[in-house]
């Protein structure tokens, strides 16, 4: 099987799904033949519920066939775990990506940043792959800029008014049934509409079904590993004071860090860290100018702990990966988790504080 690369980007397209019924592969035959899809498809489960990405670590690794099946192995890892808060991690995850894929495509350059190598997803077709080819016009907005119009069905079906104010339908100029949002705008609505089509149908049933049992059986370690990281969350301690000079090295660092912007990954580490202590995005905004970048109210929102969905903030393994993990001292010799470094830190100096 070789598939369209496109396919491996975005794997929740309706062709790819159709692609892969044509080659008529079995995922009972892949997951207990040890396929490499399947080995792609743990790393995929894994850093959605522990990063809130399904970027592998190492994609050169991976040829665009394992990419594109390791998505509905994933989905039955997912559904083989079967605990609510895995479901939604995993949806926003898979809409994560897809929203920095699709950000990053639509912003290229038709003449510069366009490759073979690298296929990329244009308007039309994203649009007409959730039913909006019909829904959505380009025109130009104030000082030449171009922005959109959507009918207004379609905005009301995939905003969501706790994204804030700005969206709720009555701060829009509604006019001939369509409301105004520019690229960012349409671009954040796509990745709603791509969490949803991940979500949906999740979790369904495995065990039972043909070959079924099988597979739960192959993959019956994998699950209870994907269980004990989800379950790493309610083991992390819970520090609800907010000491900038307690926390780790690295958060400093990447919080006094006047580039602009972060790195999506450094973004999202600094954000679930503060967020982790309890702040919401107009605090963080107005204490860490860096992380409002336009998508820090989106982000906190997601990162949130309503329904218990939070994504813990990443390990220090994780900050290692990325290169985050900066300036380490000898508290970060004996921890592996951020929260970890300051919940000791905190302890340690309330108990200077208490002795003096």
């Known amino acids: 099987m070789r598939p369209d690369p496109l396919y491996a980007r975005y794997p929740f397209f ?40 399904v970027e592998s670590e190492t994609p050169g690794r991976w040829s665009d066939r394992d990419e594109l099946l390791s998505y509905p192995i994933a989905r039955i890892l997912v559904s083989l775990v079967d605990v609510r808060a895995a479901v939604e991690k995993y949806a926003e995850a898979e809409a994560e990506t897809a929203f920095e894929r699709l950000t990053a495509d639509l912003e290229a350059d038709d003449a510069a940043l366009r490759s073979v190598s690298t296929p990329r997803a244009d308007l039309g077709t994203v649009l007409d792959e959730f039913d909006l080819d019909g829904a959505v016009r380009r025109v130009d907005g104030d000082r030449g800029r171009a922005g959109y119009r959507i009918d207004v069905t379609a905005y009301l079906r995939l905003a969501d008014p706790d994204w804030g104010d700005g969206w709720r339908l009555v701060n829009r100029d509604l006019a001939d049934g369509t409301v105004p949002v520019d690229d960012a705008e349409l671009t954040r609505l796509l990745r709603e509409a791509v969490r949803r089509r991940v979500a949906d149908g999740l979790p369904f049933e ?109 390990s220090c393994a994780t900050m290692q990966t990325f290169g985050d993990c900066v300036n380490p001292d000898e508290r970060c010799e004996t921890i592996d988790h951020p929260l970890r470094y300051y919940a000791a830190a905190v302890a340690d100096a309330d108990a200077d504080a208490n002795a003096d």
Do not use: K
Request: proline share 8%; net charge negative.
């Open 14 to 53: 309706r062709a790819a799904r159709e692609a892969v019924q044509r080659a008529d592969i079995s995922p009972p035959r892949l997951v207990t033949e040890g396929d490499p899809a399947v080995e792609r498809a743990r790393e995929r489960v894994e850093r959605a519920l522990m990063s809130g990405t």
């Open 206 to 314: 495995v065990r039972g079904s043909s070959g079924g049992d099988a597979i739960a059986d192959a993959l019956a370690e994998d699950v209870a590993t994907l269980r004990d990281r989800l379950a790493e969350r309610e083991r992390l301690p819970d520090v609800d004071a907010v000491v900038p000079a307690q926390f780790p090295p690295c958060m400093q660092a990447l919080l006094e860090d006047d580039e602009d912007p972060l790195d999506p990954h450094a973004a999202f580490a600094a954000t679930a860290f503060l967020v982790s202590l309890g702040l919401d995005a107009d605090a963080i905004a107005e204490r860490w100018p860096v992380l409002d970048d336009g998508s820090l109210s989106y982000r906190a929102t997601v990162l949130d702990d309503r329904g218990g969905s939070q994504y813990p903030a990443p």
